[in-house]
Structure formats: structure tokens, C-alpha cells
């Protein structure tokens, strides 16, 4: 008989929490029940998995009880709190914050890149930050042909990615921009809720995400660079690859943008080459058509599965270095799918 699977949803009534809800129902996982857990704030709303209507529940840790699989995207404290509580009670938790994935014991797993690393899980697994996801989804198919020496990216990261809240901010700011008031006093969230300063988006760019470090980094740059390294190479301070980042959030709801730039071992690989490896990975779709305008972009990757990656071509001034644009709905893959599909594989492979 096939194993049918309890699974809670913590963080339901978030931006990705919302979207979990949809990709599971559409998922190839065996769903028993689905049980939606929030705070005490929206205990109580109703909400619509497949036909069934369920009620939020307020999180404790009796939530837990029973559950076989923990989807999370309710902030890195909450899952600090709560995770621990799931694994105890036998669950098997895939956790969108980055609470713990930096943790030796926890893979970090984009599962078209290296899905056998959920083979070592301990109860946690770690979906890595959207900016990653969408880097690592078109830079792996170039690493396994070509090998990668170093990565520069810049980032343009859409608002969706600081939670719910900061769509609606983005929403208010432009409409006061738009009717000719103050919008200064509509930023209460970015550039990051925690910081001392807040600045508006509307009609703006802003190059912090998350805080500040002391050696001059965003923590989202940092993300990406560490990150990028225990994906790829099982090492967060690897030099195997060396990367730097540049974080920036602008003015888009939803789908972030990358400019990436990165040098290859094999010199002799053409842009066309570079191209037809990408074409051929799963999960990626090569938009690259300069002659009939076709490139990636937020408002046509938004609600897709899929990373876009186009503006494929040749630093004609270094051998072996390359220049991509790339695209993804920061929080499908970036997020809920990633984290969904994780899930799947666990299925697959009978590690629930
Ligand atoms: P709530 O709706 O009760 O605030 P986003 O990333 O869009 O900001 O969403 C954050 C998600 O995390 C929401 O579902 C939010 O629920 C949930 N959340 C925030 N704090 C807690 C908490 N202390 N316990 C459980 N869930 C929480």
C-alpha cells in the first residue's frame, strides 16, 4: 500500500506559506492531512487546500504530534523554536529560513543539483536562500561540463522576498509616489525589518538585504557566497569556486533578477556551448533570442516553476569568462517549490 503522509505547513499564512499550500496540492506527494499552523494572529482564517477548507491553528509544539513531514517559512526564530520540537515527535522537516543551513548535520539542497545530500539528513533539511537557488539552478549544468573557477553576481531582488508585508509596502509607497504625497513615512520594513533605518522602495533601489555585516557584506551576500559553496562543492569556505555578491532590492513585487558573471576551467567552451548545456538541465529554460527580443523577465517567470536564463555571451576581453542574466520566481523555486520538491524527493527516496 502506498504511504500516505500528515504534513503540516508552519508559516501558512505568509507569502510562501500561501504558495506551499498550492504547490503540495499539486505535488506527487501522497497527502493524508494537512494541518496549517501560523501565530495566534491569524489563528482561526481559513484557508483552501485543494477542496477542503482547514482552519490556521495557532503553532505550539503538540502541533507536531503526528506529523510525518514540516514544510516552514514562518522566520528563522520560529523555526529555531518549533523544528527541534517536530524532529522530536518524529517528523521529517523541510525548512525555508536560514535558521539551519549553515548547521554541519543539516543538507542544503536544491534537488536538481545535489539531491543525494538529503541521504545524510538528521530530521532537517535547509531549502537555501531564493537568490542562491535560482544562481546555483543555472550555474550547475556549466560546472559539471565546463568546471567554474569564480562567480560575480549582481542581484535585483524583487520586494516578495522580505515576506508579505513588503509587497503591501511597495503597493502603499507607489500609490503615495503616484498621488504626490510623502513616501518616506510608508517604510517601516525594508531595506530589513530588524535595522535601525527604513527606506522606501517605490521608485528606488536599495543595496542592503538582510543586515550589515562588520566585513562590509550584506548577510544575503554572504548567504549566496556560502551557500553557493556547500551546494556545489559540500564546503561552505571552499576556494574550489570563487564567488563574491552584490545584493540590491528593486522596485518589483515578485521574480528576481541576476546578473551573473563567471569563468570556466575548459577556455575552449563557446557561449554556444554554455547554452546548450543550460537548454539541456531540468527545471531551466534557456530564453536567449537577442535577434527577436527574447530574454528573461520578472513579470513573465512570475507563478512558474522554472529558472529562465538568458543574455548568454562571451567577455570577449577574458578567455574562458562569461555574462548571463537569469530569472526566477523567488518564491516558487526560490521558495515554496523548492522546498515542495525537496519534500517529493524525500518521498522518492524513502527518507520519511
Ligand atoms: P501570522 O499570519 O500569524 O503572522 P511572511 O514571510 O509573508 O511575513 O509570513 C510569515 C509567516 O510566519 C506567517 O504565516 C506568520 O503567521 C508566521 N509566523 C510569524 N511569527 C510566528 C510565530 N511566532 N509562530 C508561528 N508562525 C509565525
Known amino acids: 500500500m502506498t504511504k500516505e503522509y500528515n504534513v503540516a505547513i508552519l508559516g501558512a499564512t505568509g507569502a510562501v ?15 493524508k492531512s494537512v494541518k496549517l499552523l501560523a501565530s495566534s494572529r491569524s489563528a482561526g482564517t481559513v484557508l483552501k487546500f485543494r477542496d477542503q477548507e482547514l482552519t490556521v491553528e495557532e503553532t505550539t509544539p503538540e502541533s507536531f504530534d503526528g506529523i510525518d513531514l514540516v514544510l516552514s517559512s514562518a522566520g528563522g526564530g520560529v523555526s529555531k523554536k518549533f523544528l527541534p520540537e517536530a524532529v522530536k515527535r518524529g517528523a521529517v522537516c523541510v525548512d525555508n529560513t536560514s535558521a539551519f543551513r549553515m548547521d554541519e548535520d543539516v543538507p542544503l539542497v536544491v534537488p536538481e543539483v545535489n539531491p543525494e545530500a538529503l541521504k545524510n539528513h538528521h530530521g532537517i533539511i535547509a531549502n537555501p536562500n531564493c537568490s542562491t537557488i535560482q544562481m546555483v539552478m543555472a550555474l550547475e549544468p556549466v560546472r559539471r561540463k565546463f568546471g567554474l573557477k569564480q562567480i560575480i553576481v549582481s542581484t535585483y531582488q524583487a520586494a516578495s522576498g522580505a515576506g508579505q508585508a513588503a509587497i503591501e509596502e511597495l ?16 517604510a517601516k520594513i525594508l531595506p530589513t525589518k530588524g535595522d535601525k533605518k527604513h527606506y522606501p522602495l517605490a521608485f528606488n533601489l536599495l543595496p542592503q538585504i538582510d543586515v550589515l555585516e562588520d566585513n562590509g557584506y550584506s548577510h544575503e551576500e554572504w548567504k549566496m557566497i556560502h551557500e553557493t559553496k556547500k551546494i556545489m562543492l559540500n564546503d561552505i569556505n571552499s576556494q574550489d569556486i570563487k564567488v563574491t555578491a552584490t545584493c540590491v532590492r528593486v522596485p518589483v513585487p515578485i521574480a528576481h533578477g541576476e546578473s551573473v558573471y563567471f569563468t570556466v576551467e575548459d577556455e575552449a567552451a563557446t557561449a554556444q556551448d554554455i547554452m546548450n548545456a543550460i537548454a539541456d538541465f531540468p527545471g531551466v529554460v534557456l530564453q536567449d533570442d ?14 512558474s516553476r522554472d529558472t529562465f536564463v538568458g543574455r548568454i555571451r562571451p567577455d570577449y576581453e577574458n578567455k574562458g569568462a562569461f555574462n548571463m542574466w537569469v530569472v526566477a520566481d523567488n518564491l516558487l523555486k526560490g521558495a515554496a517549490w523548492n522546498t515542495v520538491e525537496n519534500a517529493e524527493y524525500l518521498v522518492k527516496m524513502n527518507l520519511v
Do not use: F
Open 17 to 31: 506559506g500561501r504558495r506551499m499550500i498550492e504547490q503540495l496540492a499539486q505535488s506527487t506527494i501522497p497527502v
Open 171 to 186: 503597493k502603499r509607497e507607489t500609490q503615495d509616489y503616484l498621488d504626490g504625497k510623502d513616501m518616506q513615512n510608508g
Open 290 to 303: 537577442i535577434k527577436n527580443q527574447i530574454y528573461p523577465q520578472p513579470i513573465t517567470a512570475e507563478g
